[in-house]
């Protein structure tokens, strides 16, 4: 068969990579990266209950941190969940990926102007984003080492106690380590404007604060995701080609509430891997239709979003949040996982609603029209 052409050597891309060459070591591919290095600058982090157990050889090798465990704050809710976390830095990743790589199936400094003929999965990021409705969650993050051990056993993945900026803000810390810790501050906010240093300043204000003397490192990251509330999935895969597989966000591959995209590259990489016919015309038919088939499942996670986004003023958007957080954890692990049940739509949309219901249900009807 005629050789694979993935373009783009972030998640998405890396982990496709890695499945072929695990599974599937007579298939010809060569990855393409434009950096010197494989996954950007980035931390990913996920639940591993995201993953199916089938699928976790995919993911495993790349693991940086593992946690049993993780903490909310809110106003009126603070909580200690059982759920198992874990984070991948992107150095780890790089190296990981180039140790179970040959060297022939990397092109790393590779800018690709045009898609080369043959079989091609384009996973080099999104689409046209004017083809969605979408509020916006913005973040910046900073690995900062403490003069003295901080104390965290496990994340705190929302701290929504912080002061309410530009939307709902909530800050998120990862314990690397006894005196290195990762925070990053986030808002789910109306624009997509980001003043990175003054981000920065409230994420080392944030320190201070919980009484730690810190000394920035070396990393720093900074993103804007789309929090989609409505859009056209034709025309979004459509504005980035057609005929051609993709993957990542390019192929709209996200949780449309959490922005989380580990789970859904892993699932497609897995997909790939054991597919029997590889060729372009084969693989272009099935990553379109595993994009279509999320998207159209997911109709439930844009109109909460809906409710977050045009329904609740920006002060109150964290109510919405901190009532999620005091739901069962059955029901929070299913929904981080993109498998909300009917039973669990129905109980988040029951009991005490966290903003006016006429004013939910005239903002669905007018994003509808």
Known sequence: MSEIAI???????????????????????TL???????????VWSFFESDIAPADAWIIEPFISHRWDGYDVRFPALRRTLGGRYRSIECERFDQVLRAALPAERLRLGASVREVPTGAVIDTRGPGDLKSLDAGWQKFVGLELHTAAPHGLTRPIVMDATVEQIDGYRFVYVLPFGPSTLFIEDTYYSDSPKLDVEAVKARILAYAADHGWQVTPANRQEAGVLPVVVRGDFDAYWNSTGTGIAKAGMRAGLFHPTTGYSLPDAVRLAARIAAAPDLSPAALAALTRDHAARAWAGRGFYRMLDTMLFRAARPEERYRIMERFYGLPEPLIVRFYAAETSLFDKLRILTGRPPIPIPRAIGAIIRTRK
Request: glycine share 24%; proline share 6%.
């Open 7 to 29: 373009l783009g050597g972030g998640l998405a891309g890396g982990l496709i990579a890695y499945a072929l060459h695990q599974k599937r070591p007579d298939i010809p591919f």
């Open 32 to 42: 393409y990266e434009r950096g010197d290095a494989l996954g950007g600058n980035h």
